[in-house]
């Protein structure tokens, strides 16, 4: 069964404390790995696309990479505006298209 | 470009009530998806069109769900005999095909079934 799971499922830092976000994903027909952003009561901000394992996207703070059976979002020096909830999520190919996201891991960042 | 919009924002039914949801994508993106999110979880698909066909429709579906995409642009989402279990937040999202998967949300609907 295709499957998306995110650790932790919250993580608490102060300012400046680096830190990394955890995706495993068992799925077939894989299409793109997505990190999206999400505020409180807001839909999700699209970050990254990452297609094969080995590839590697910045943007800002925040750096994401691939494996064959992970995703990892790396913060570097958090400052408290990057709380939000981040999600992962994987394109899977079924003839059509689907996407299944993980639950999210919870960021606080604390000044 | 204006984003992804969509209307209304909030909706507020007794169960029993049909509703229905309009979505209004980026202009030039022709994929199209719905998700719905409930509290503490990542959206869950429900369907996505490529132009005015719904290529994928999620088997957690039931048969009170439909959505259209009638000339490709703008798209509905009905939700016949509401039940509590509907309240969730809805989603929609559009890409460009050019582009690849990455997609473009909304704001949203909150639905509350009383």
């Known amino acids: 069964e295709d499957q998306v799971t995110q650790s932790p499922e919250a993580l608490r830092l102060q300012e400046g404390e680096s830190s990394s976000l955890n995706c495993s994903y068992t799925v077939s027909g894989l299409r793109g790995l997505f990190w999206y952003r999400q505020d409180p009561g807001k839909g999700p901000e699209f970050l990254f696309t990452l297609y094969s394992a080995g590839e590697e996207k910045e943007k800002e703070r925040l750096k994401a990479t691939l494996t064959k059976k992970e995703s990892f979002l790396h913060i570097t020096a958090p400052k408290p505006e990057d709380s939000a909830t981040y999600l992962c999520a994987v394109g899977v190919y079924t003839g059509g298209f689907k996407t299944i996201f993980g639950a999210g891991t919870r960021l606080f960042v604390k000044a | 470009d204006t984003g992804v919009s969509q209307d209304p924002r909030h909706k507020i039914t007794k169960r029993g009530q049909n509703v229905t949801f309009r979505c209004d994508p980026i202009s030039e993106h022709n994929r199209l998806y719905w998700y719905r999110q409930t509290l503490g979880q990542g959206p869950e698909f429900l369907t996505y069109?490529?132009?005015?066909?719904?290529?994928?429709k999620s088997r957690l579906l039931s048969d009170r769900f439909s959505a259209e995409r009638p000339k490709g642009s703008f798209s509905t989402l009905e939700i016949q005999r509401t039940e509590q279990g509907d309240s969730a937040m809805y989603l929609c999202a559009s890409s460009l095909q050019e582009a690849g998967y990455e997609q473009y949300f909304g704001p949203g609907t909150r639905l509350t079934v009383t």
């Open positions: 069109f490529q132009n005015e066909a719904q290529l994928e």
